[in-house]
């Protein structure tokens, strides 16, 4: 594999040192640094230049060995990724490469730290929550300065956008600034959102605003807590740096500021990454590419197994029908469910136009810009399957005439499989346990109701949760459980009270304390709601970030009843003013 002379030697010691000269955080390494690619030697370090990521298994360097702490045994090595050739950080078509070598671009203004993920930093990242209050971890988190031992990469892909074949795009305004493998041997990509542009900017400027950011910060966390696969997120700065955005996409130009998220994946790779190679005819490069993804992220699937593409793509197909029901589930929509944002993980990644459901509507659309409801929530598992499909469409080049005939046949048990695991959850929301033949019923039965009277999707099922079989026999709602009263202005809501109750009863060993306890772990009290997070970036525009902090406790526990939560109105109607608010669409 030939290497640009630069890289080559850079690569050939183990470290960016010559590369990054004065961008690089900390001092070169000693004795009592853990060398890049290393797991830290301690937990909870304080200063960064204690810690250390690395590029090496993206761009096919050693693995270190496991004696450092809990780091995986070592593997066979694949060949490294080649890098795009250009040095020069320009807007161009990128051919025959993973990736693109490219600095973020640090703010010109002063940068303040929002929030961070307590559970994040220490947790996943090995550090101390005291790093937050260094110049090290603000310059590093704001895109300033790069750790030693991390090439900061773009990643090449392509993408199906509204159903029509998009071309090249990547990242655009995203840095991969590492991989981390902590003393758990988890291993953890770190990219930079919002850092400055990139080879695949397009016409954008790099950057993102304070109010996406917010949005991405706080939802990425409230999903984890929810229990839904997804990116994370450690950090959010701000700065004073005057962004453009036309938010609404209506000409209604604004100044904006500019922010950055430290999220975090066990791998970013998307559908789309594997598309633009096969279009492109790349094949030789996306078996490697896909051989990579296997042996790290899949680790049941044999590498020798002359099936391993098969088996992933069964896998991929099973799981996204998992994460599209849990989506389902606590009434959260994407978006922008193109497959440039559809994880080969089957996570939450690219937080951006959603919004978790209030009133029960299955054409419920949270991206204003979305004209023809494409990804409106009711719509999300056909997308899921159209994307699915584009994969078939990129593996196919990789697969025997048997192969491809067998993974048509997995794709279509898809269906099958989405609508098997949203039956299971809508089953523990409402707290039923074995089998009955009217299950289906009674759960679309509900739906209609709550349709019909604009229900609350999520304090309807909390309020199921917390109401006692006596209360609803009666009827006899208390004033509490507004959701539930709006439920029973509807003409049919007894009838469907009757049926449930019924089946309560052919719980096995049940009580209604018991049921009342196990649906309020699956059932949350508190969502992202869209008025929560515009009230948050309203007052973080005064830098006022004590909301984005408050809410960030709160959705760590959306299940448990919390009072500064309740003196919020969280779980009360949405105040007059959100009645019309729209979610935002530029980013």
């Given at each position: 594999m030939w290497w640009p002379p630069w890289l080559a030697a850079c690569l050939a010691?183990?470290?960016?040192?010559?590369?990054?000269?004065?961008?690089?955080?900390?001092?070169?390494?000693?004795?009592?640094?853990?060398?890049p690619g290393q797991c830290p030697r301690r937990r909870g370090a304080a200063d960064l230049c204690a810690w250390?990521?690395?590029?090496?298994?993206l761009l096919g360097t050693a693995c270190p060995a496991p004696a450092v702490c809990a780091c995986p045994a070592p593997r066979l090595l694949l060949d490294p990724f080649p890098v795009d050739v250009i040095q020069e950080n320009y807007v161009r078509n990128v051919r025959n490469c993973i990736f693109s070598i490219v600095y973020p671009t640090p703010f010109k203004s002063r940068v303040r730290l929002v929030a961070v993920s307590k559970e994040v930093i220490e947790n996943i990242l090995d550090l101390d929550i005291s790093v937050k209050g260094t110049s090290d971890f603000l310059e590093f988190v704001s895109g300033g300065k790069v750790i030693l031992?991390?090439?900061?990469?773009?990643?090449?892909?392509?993408?199906h956008q509204f159903g029509t074949w998009?071309?090249?795009?990547?990242?655009?305004?995203?840095?991969?600034?590492?991989?981390?493998?902590?003393?758990?041997g988890e291993r953890w990509e770190l990219q930079l959102k919002g850092s400055g542009k990139t080879p695949y900017s397009r016409n954008g400027d790099g950057r993102a605003v304070l109010r996406s950011s917010v949005r991405e910060f706080l939802c990425s966390e409230a999903m984890h807590y929810l229990g839904i696969p997804t990116s994370r997120a450690a950090s959010l700065v701000v700065s004073d740096d005057d962004v453009w955005r036309d938010q609404f996409y209506n000409g209604n130009i604004k100044k904006e500021r500019g922010a950055i998220v430290l999220r975090l994946a066990k791998s970013w790779f998307r559908i789309g990454s594997l598309e633009i190679l096969a279009l492109s005819g790349e094949l030789d490069l996306q078996r490697r590419l896909l051989d990579f993804i296997i042996q790290e992220h899949f680790p049941s699937i044999a590498m020798n197994d002359s099936n391993r593409y098969l088996e992933f793509f069964s896998t991929v197909v099973s799981e996204t029908a998992n994460l599209i029901a849990l989506w389902m589930s606590v009434g959260f929509a994407h978006g922008v469910c193109n497959t440039d944002n559809f994880s080969l993980l089957s996570i939450t990644i690219d937080y951006g136009p959603f919004g978790f459901m209030e009133s029960y509507d299955p054409n419920f659309v949270p991206n204003t810009s979305d004209d023809e409801r494409r990804y409106k929530i009711g719509n999300q598992a056909n997308v899921g399957l159209f994307n699915l499909s584009k994969l078939l469409q990129a593996l196919k080049p990789l697969l025997d005439p048997r192969q491809k005939h067998l993974a048509s046949q997995i794709l279509e048990g898809y269906g099958e499989r989405y609508y098997s695991r949203f039956t299971e959850l809508f089953k523990a929301k409402l707290g039923l346990l074995g089998e009955n033949e009217n299950d289906n019923y009674l759960i679309a039965f509900l739906l209609k109701i709550m349709e019909d009277t604009k229900a609350d999707f999520t304090m309807t099922f909390r309020e199921l949760s917390e109401i006692t079989e006596d209360q609803l026999r009666e009827l006899h709602i208390p004033e509490e459980f507004w959701t539930l009263q709006d439920l029973s202005e509807h003409k049919l809501f007894s009838e469907?009270?009757?049926?449930?109750?019924?089946?309560?009863?052919?719980?096995?060993?049940?009580?209604?304390?018991?049921?009342?306890?196990?649906?309020?772990?699956v059932n949350p009290r508190y969502i992202l709601r869209n008025w929560m997070a515009e009230s948050a970036v309203q007052k973080s525009n005064l830098n006022d970030f004590s909301e984005v902090r408050l809410l960030e406790q709160v959705l760590q526990h959306p299940f448990q009843r919390q009072e500064a939560a309740e003196r919020a109105g969280y779980s009360l109607r949405p105040p007059a003013w959100a009645k019309d608010l729209k979610v935002s669409c530029s980013s």
């Open positions: 010691w183990g470290c960016v040192a010559a590369l990054c000269g004065s961008r690089g955080l900390c001092p070169a390494p000693n004795a009592s640094r853990p060398q250390a990521l690395s590029s090496d298994s031992g991390s090439v900061p990469l773009a990643h090449r892909y392509g993408g998009a071309g090249q795009l990547g990242d655009g305004r995203v840095h991969l600034v590492g991989v981390y493998t902590n003393r758990h469907w009270v009757t049926m449930y109750l019924l089946r309560l009863k052919r719980n096995k060993g049940d009580s209604d304390s018991k049921r009342r306890t196990r649906m309020t772990t």
